[in-house]
């Protein structure tokens, strides 16, 4: 074979090479829609889903999952069911799933509160948080702005905050509306050095009410709700709890220079025992609805982060808080009985 033959030859075994890789490649990728298509769409759902939330209608939790429902509808035709079940920091929430059948079409919504702190805040719970449960998956983080009324603090920072704070021990007083409010000023609390006294409301629109009127002098609030008020001009921002600064809040910046870094997430349990089809299938709706472009655009705006995993991180996360809330809440001497 002559040289021009023997180029010939190699250019064709190459281009046939190349052509049976990118067939090779098109068929796998094929052959993995097909299979995340039979396992979101043929072996689950059959019939209509119910999501159990520990949470008011209309909280952010609430009209985040209901989103959710509406994209898993519109992806398999079924139909989704959202019922609040509010009250005792979730907990009647959870015993209602964890006494519902194990057949992977009843989910609870909740967070941080049921699976990790009402362990430590609660003497006797009518469920066991890792036994009754089988964890699906996360679905968003809920960032906290720490703010202040600025007629009764003058500060425009963290640094002087924590400084005003140190400088006047016990006078200045703090609204908790949920275990993760109060959490949260706890930890802070503790790593910068400083007291002041917890004002116990049994929900946040009361909590920032006497934050207004000055009854309180510092709040922790949901992203959402704390920002509405910090562009209202009435009470000002002191920094936002996680490690890096929020879309909707750019402006305020972090406090991790204190080395803290806290955040609520959002997640969904089902019954233990539940077919793990229907876990499986019900990751890949919920994480297809997140990761969506509608999805990413309705975290934006309400100021929640993408967080979605697989249940083995989810089950990770829920023992690391458990432990890590579990030093913050016996430090602070906080119980419930």
């Not at 009410?209 to 920002?227: C, S």
């Not at 025992?273 to 919920?286: D, V």
Request: hydrophobic share 45%; charged share 15%.
């Amino acid at each position: 074979m002559d040289a021009t033959s023997l180029a010939r030859h190699t250019c064709k075994v190459f281009v046939t090479t190349v052509t049976l890789i990118a067939l090779s490649t098109v068929l796998s990728a094929q052959a993995q829609t097909q299979i995340q298509t039979q396992a979101t769409n043929a072996t689950w759902p059959t019939k209509p889903i119910k999501f159990i939330v520990g949470y008011a209608a209309g909280s952010a939790t609430d009209s985040t999952v209901r989103f959710i429902g509406e994209m898993i509808q519109r992806y398999t035709g079924q139909s989704v069911i959202v019922e609040n079940r509010p009250g005792v920091d979730g907990n009647i929430a959870a015993e209602a799933v964890a006494r519902s059948p194990a057949d992977g079409y009843t989910a609870l919504v909740s967070g941080n509160s049921t699976h990790a702190t009402n362990v430590h805040l609660y003497s006797k719970l009518s469920f066991d948080p890792e036994k009754d449960f089988a964890p699906v998956a996360t679905f968003a983080r809920v960032p906290y702005v720490l703010i202040a009324n600025p007629a009764k603090i003058p500060a425009k920072s963290l640094k002087e905050f924590v400084a005003f704070a140190k400088a006047n021990p016990g006078k200045l007083s703090y609204g908790s509306a949920a275990v993760a409010s109060r959490v949260t000023i706890e930890q802070l609390k503790s790593q910068a050095g400083f007291d002041a006294v917890n004002v116990n409301y049994k929900a946040s629109p009361q909590a920032m009410t006497d934050l207004l009127g000055g009854q309180i002098d510092f709040y922790v609030a949901d992203i959402a709700t704390g920002m509405a008020q910090v562009r209202a001009g009435k009470v000002v921002p002191l920094g936002v709890t996680v490690m890096k600064r929020v879309s909707n809040a750019a402006e305020v910046p972090t406090i991790a220079e204190q080395g803290y870094d806290f955040f609520s997430w959002l997640a969904v349990w089902v019954p233990a025992g539940s077919p793990p089809e229907a876990i499986t299938g019900m990751i890949a709706l919920i994480n297809k609805a997140m990761q969506s472009d509608e999805g990413q655009q309705y975290l934006a705006t309400r100021g929640l982060l993408d967080f979605v995993g697989t249940p083995d991180d989810l089950h990770t996360l829920q023992q690391r808080d458990t432990e890590r809330w579990g030093k913050v809440i016996k430090a602070a001497g906080m119980e419930i009985h």
